[in-house]
């Protein structure tokens, strides 16, 4: 079994966030998001005063599977672990691995559905300020390495599996931004009015 060289406590991080998407209650059926397929981009239905933001990820199973342990990825196929290591060193992010939209308007109030499209578990994390996340090997390979005060309260709601879904509101005016606690460099920044 291969095992990535780095810190300790990115498997172990790793391994509490499985174990507190195991016991989220959230739907793991990606069905269960209220929404409409419109070229293999989920689309908010019409009139539901709502916004969707899709989460996505390439992992390849076999390769983050040896590394961090069985249920890292669920999804078929995708982008080797030695390659995502290679990106994140060389570009500072893994392109397969975003939100969409990555910047948005919005309205006070709008309902935001967030649905995991990825086969790896993700936040999606308000903050003041864009930070690193709480992987600290992911941080140090996208040199992004003060972490996001709010990536260090985060609770078992707050990290979606694969195929579910998270509810959150625009509560205020101005610019709200959203990164993955996990991947940091997955952002979305509403520009609220």
Known sequence: MKRVSGPVVLCTTLAVVLSACADSGRSMDPSSANSTDVGGMAQPQAGMGHRQVLMSD???PTT?????GEGTC???GGVTLDHFVAELTR???AGAWMNAPMLAAGRIGQTLEVVNRGGEVHTFTRVAEFGGGIIPFLNNLTGDTEVAP????LAPSDF???GGTFVTALSEAGTQRFECCIH??????????
């Not at 709010?150 to 309260?153: F, P, T």
């Open 184 to 193: 940091p460099w997955m952002r979305t920044t509403f520009h609220v009015h």
């Open 91 to 93: 570009s500072q992010k």
């Open 58 to 60: 390439g992992c390849d």
């Open 74 to 76: 669920v999804r078929n």
């Open 150 to 153: 709010e990536c260090q309260a």
């Open 160 to 162: 979606v599996p694969s």
């Open 64 to 68: 983050f599977n040896d590394a961090f």
